[in-house]
């Protein structure tokens, strides 16, 4: 069975920095493109970032200089680091994998809730 589990969510005040890790299990990690996403109260879920098998990046306007995302696929994990928090960071931040090759296979972690407030 496939799996993705995130931890490192919480509390912060704004103008913190928390780091969220996905530890993936039952793929084979280095062929899937992985990616952070969030959704908060009333909102669409929007991509947050992006690494491919190859190691580029991509980041949504909102957070480019502020979060840094990266790989390891020797521990089958990804992680994303995150600066200078503001309030609308709140959300639900999920972890997912798209196979490279065939993005019609893709899965889920169930979520780690970041909250921004002072």
């Known amino acids: 069975q496939v799996q993705l589990v995130e931890s490192g969510g919480g509390l912060v005040q704004p103008g913190g920095s928390l780091r969220l890790s996905c530890v993936v299990s039952?793929?084979?990690?280095?062929?899937?493109?992985m990616g952070w996403y969030r959704q908060a109260p009333g909102k669409q879920r929007e991509l947050v970032a992006a690494?491919?098998?190859?190691?580029?990046?991509h980041y949504t306007d909102s957070v480019k200089g502020r979060f840094t995302v990266s790989r390891d696929n020797a521990k089958n994990t990804i992680e994303l680091q995150m600066n200078s928090l503001k309030p609308e960071d709140t959300a639900v931040y999920y972890c997912?994998?798209?196979?490279?090759?065939?993005?019609?296979?893709?899965?889920w972690g169930q979520g780690t809730q970041v909250t921004v407030s002072s």
């Open positions: 997912n994998a798209v196979r490279s090759a065939d993005s019609r296979i893709s899965y």
């Open positions: 039952g793929i084979r990690f280095s062929i899937y493109t």
């Open positions: 690494i491919t098998s190859g190691g580029s990046t």
